[in-house]
């Protein structure tokens, strides 16, 4: 791979890194929501469906991470 092409590649990996970043920190805000939640509305469908997207989340920021080392050249 040429230097032109790589140097892009670095750079959507770096973007890449930074929106990980956001969201790891955007999931953070949502669990502590999540345990901030009252027991009594712990067994809603709002919160055993926000509890389910906070699992998606996370799975897919695996998921970023694993991107991010493939593209990676370090």
């Known amino acids: 791979m040429n230097t032109k092409r ?7 990996r770096e973007q890449l890194d930074s929106l990980k970043t956001e969201l790891e920190c955007l999931i953070e805000e949502e669990r502590e929501a999540l345990y ?3 027991e009594s509305l712990q ?3 709002k919160y055993i469906e926000d509890s389910d997207k906070l699992d998606d989340l996370e799975s897919s920021l695996d998921d970023l991470d694993s991107v991010i080392e493939t593209i990676s050249y370090e």
């Open 6 to 12: 790589r140097k892009k590649i670095e750079s959507i």
């Open 36 to 38: 901030n939640t009252p």
């Open 43 to 45: 067994e809603t469908d």
